[in-house]
Structure formats: C-alpha cells, structure tokens
C-alpha cells in the first residue's frame, strides 16, 4: 500500500531555513516523479517542485533558487531544503505523486 | 505559466442529480505523444486531494463510475452523475506536463 508521511514543517522567522522530509512507502521514489505542493487559503494549489526518476529537477519560479529538491533512496526518502522563507511561503506542504499524496505538514513563516 | 481556469467556482447540488465542472487551459494540453495530462481531483474537508480522473477520462482504481471526464485540448469537464453526500469538498481540475504543473483555481461543491 502506498502512503507517503511528512514531517518537518513548524514555525520560523522571515530569512530562516527549514528542511521537510518525506518517508515514503509502497514505491520506490526513484520509479517516477515525486515532489512537493503547496496550499494556501489565497493562493490555492501549488506545485513547488519535482524530482523525475532520473533526477532531473523542476522548481517553480516563486521557490527558484531558495528550495532544494532531493531524495534519499536508502531510506526512500524525500526531502525540501527550504531557505530563505518568507511569509508567503507559509502554506501546507504536501509530498507525494501525482496519484497520490501525504497528509501534509504545516509551515508558518512570521516575525 | 499555463492558465487553468475553472468554472463554476461553487456548485450547491441537490443528492440524486448530475453536477459539471468545466476546466479551460491557456494553451492546448494536446502532447506530440498523442496524451494529454489533463487530472481531475478531489479535497474532502480536512484531508489532502486525492486523485480522480487521470489523462482527461482515467477513472482510478477505486473512484465511482459516476465520476466522468471528457475534453481535448484546451477545454475539459468532469461530470458528476447522482451526486451523493460524501461528493462534498473542492474539485481541482490539473495541468501535469511541462513543469511548473498548474491548478485550476477549484470548484466547491456542497449538497443542498
């Protein structure tokens, strides 16, 4: 059975780092594409970045060049380095494919 | 960014009748491969989306057969047959090629 489980999000301040992991089970997060969406009450549904099964990488202008994509295969295992956060990266961080997803994990980025 | 635009934004539907979401993309989703990765998903109150329709019509394994997608190219409906309670929630319709991926802004639906 597939289930994929978030962890890592929380509270910090504006210029901060935070890194989410996801531990994934019932594939292999090497086999297709994985990657990380966003929610927020006013901007919806995000996609924030994806990892294809043979590594290439996408990002969505709003994270370019602060978030960092990256998968652990031993431990089948996603990750989202995130830094310097802003309050507009505040949302709920969901990992998963594009057939299914986690629960999500909550980030709140305020001074 | 590709556009997806979804109408209408809210739908009250009484149980037992049909509802259609209609979902307009700014560029055409028709791929050389002859696929088009159209999704159509579902946000119950409280929980992540959960996938629905796949490449416009795909009903995943498990999804009620009331549950239809139809369209090409830039224009797509999902169909909802018999609406019942747990249809609730906010349907998502998704562009799932040439990244960045992109939503539709979503359709909530309650019942009446």
């Known amino acids: 059975e597939v289930n994929l489980v978030e962890s890592g999000g929380g509270w910090v301040q504006p210029g901060d780092s935070l890194r989410l992991s996801c531990a994934v089970s019932g594939f292999a997060v090497s086999s297709t594409y994985v990657g990380w969406v966003r929610q927020t009450p006013g901007k919806g549904l995000e996609w924030v970045s994806v990892?294809?099964?043979?590594?290439?990488?996408h990002y969505s202008n709003s994270v370019k060049g602060r978030f960092t994509i990256s998968r652990d295969t031993s431990r089948n295992t996603l990750h989202l380095q995130m830094n310097s956060l802003t309050v507009e990266d505040s949302a709920i961080y969901y990992c998963g494919r594009i057939s299914r997803w986690g629960r999500g994990t909550l980030v709140t980025v305020s001074s | 960014d590709v556009v997806m635009t979804q109408t209408p934004l809210s739908l009250s539907v009484t149980p037992g009748q049909s509802a259609s979401i209609s979902c307009k993309s700014s560029q055409s989703l028709l791929q050389s491969s002859g696929k088009t990765y159209l999704y159509w998903y579902l946000q119950k109150p409280g929980q992540s989306p959960q996938l629905l329709i796949y490449e416009v019509s795909n009903r995943l394994s498990g999804v009620p057969e009331r549950f239809s997608g139809s369209g090409s190219g830039t224009h797509f409906t999902l169909q909802i047959s018999r609406v019942e309670a747990e249809d609730v929630g906010i349907y998502y319709c998704?562009?799932?090629?040439?990244?960045?991926?992109?939503f539709g802004q979503g359709t909530k639906v309650e019942i009446k």
């Open positions: 998704m562009r799932g090629i040439e990244f960045p991926w992109t």
């Open positions: 990892i294809n099964s043979v590594g290439t990488t």
